[in-house]
């Protein structure tokens, strides 16, 4: 056995200087990008019901989440939190970049920077009370896939790491999936015998049985052990049946969604800047992959056609695998992290086969890269040109998702900000009320009129498909005012229960209240204060 001195020195000298990269800039650039939401205290609709919460949603599929959020307390600390999320993002960092087979410094960045700097992270920090756990997943997704690549047997540890992913949040699939297909793609392209090709695809295959085959067995013990069932939450306890729906249609769905968020979900990319750095990664990866394929004659070959056919079927599926599982669910944008993997194994393509090296690309003699005769050839000039055009539009890429994620956070703290006004205003309000008094049931749907409330938010072009960020006020049921009043006001509202809050609605009394800001919008009646906000 050995010491925690001799334990830390072994780990030091096998670290590679790759991982430790990784790792820094994961934390370090996303301490940058994301220090605002996890500074400030900005809660969304539902952290103001998770301001302590135990993350128990086995009813949701997510057998793992209270433990993998335990480390933090059930403390909704956006600090705690939010530092702890970039530690085990960082570790999945650097597993990516082994994954990947990353050795360019600048590579390593850019990969790293794409990893922490894609929005889905900021919706991600929206529910700032879970996105340790959600991150600790994330790594886990991406762990099952370089511990297949890794060893003979690595399907193993991978399978497991695969269901502690999805018993934490069921969309990480999508990631291991999405990089088990690269993986089985180099495999193929690789050099070696038909049989090692096979072979090593297969076994990210059986990760993927493995991991959910012992997902799906825990969910069910641990569900008998506690007594409970799935909810009907986002259709999870129809994952198995589908729903309802037909192959067909749910089929139908995955690739519809997946052409629609891509080509317009405002994410991947949102203005001309993101859009042609984008473009500029996707024509070089593709002129190459087209001269790969022309110099290598894989279009000789019958199967060739065969990968390609089935690459274009399980892509869109694999990135939208959960609306397979789950085809009624609400697919937003914190489980759409998958996305950020289209730049990332676009450079990582990219780099496997000459860009961003240190030196110009292998198909020059080391005994001439720095000849000058050489280096003028358009050839070589043209080498260049593109690797500094790669490494350009990798990098306004995370500058773009950056500057995009703190234009979110602007915009939750103004939510805030606003809904606290707003919320102080009517607190103001009901203790004006006659015969009101503190602890008096309180009457009302929560719903706001924003016809006397000017429209604010100026960032729709940029957060409509981040939820959690876009619109102007928190607030969205009686129980969201309740939770804010008393967390941030120190106001008690003792809401009537919904059937009485229905019997009201349809009153005379209520019905002729006007909406609040505007008077005449709160009475008591009998006993209860009417307030009337939509």
Known sequence: MKTPVEVWKELKENMRKEWKSAFWTVFLLGL???????????????????????????????????????????????????????????????????????????????????????????????????????????????????????WEWGFIPGGICLAFSMGAYQSYLSFAMLLAMYGALMVLLSEGSVKRKIGKT?????????????????????????????????????????????????????????FAFTGNGKVLYNNMISFVSCGILGVTAVVLAVRLVVRKGYYKKWYFYLICLSACLLVPAAFNVVLMISPEVTYHLLMRYQWCLVPILLLAFLCRFGFLQTELSGQFSPLHRRDPETLKKPTVICNIIVQWAVFLAAAVLVVHYGVTDNIAYSNLQKKYEKTYAYCLRLADRMEQTEGYYTGMPV????????????????????????????????????????????????????????????????????????????????????????????
């Open 32 to 150: 940058m990008i994301h220090l605002p939401v996890m500074i400030g205290d900005f809660p969304n609709h539902d952290g103001l019901a998770g301001m302590y919460f135990d993350q128990n949603m086995i009813t949701s599929g997510r057998w793992f989440l209270s433990i993998a959020c335990g480390l933090s307390s059930y403390f909704a600390l956006p600090w705690v939190n939010g530092v702890l999320s970039l530690i085990f993002l960082g570790i999945g960092g650097a597993a990516l970049i082994e994954f990947l087979e990353i050795k360019s410094e600048p590579a390593v960045l850019l990969i790293s920077g794409l990893l922490v700097s894609f929005p889905a992270l900021a919706s991600t920090y929206a529910y700032i009370f879970t996105a340790d756990g959600y991150c600790m997943a994330l790594s886990f997704s991406i762990l099952a896939a370089a511990f297949t690549k890794k």
């Open 202 to 258: 297969l076994h990210y295959l059986y990760m993927g049985l493995l991991g959910t085959g012992l997902y799906y067995v825990m969910l069910q013990i641990l569900l008998r052990v506690q007594g409970k069932e799935l909810d009907t939450y986002q259709g999870i306890n129809g994952m198995a049946a589908g729903g309802g729906f037909s192959p067909a249609e749910r089929l139908r769905n995955i690739y519809s969604d997946f």
């Open 443 to 534: 009457a009302m749907t929560g719903v706001q009129s924003r016809k006397n409330l000017p429209e604010t938010d100026i960032t729709g072009a940029v957060t409509d498909n981040m939820i959690g960020m876009s619109g102007d006020y928190l607030l969205y049921t009686d129980t969201n005012y309740q939770a804010f009043m008393k967390y941030y006001l120190g106001v008690t509202i003792e809401l009537v229960p919904d059937e009485e809050m229905e019997r009201i609605y349809t009153t005379k009394e209520y019905r002729e209240l006007n909406s609040f800001p505007e008077d005449n919008s709160m009475r008591v009646v009998d006993g209860i204060l009417y307030i009337k906000t939509e």
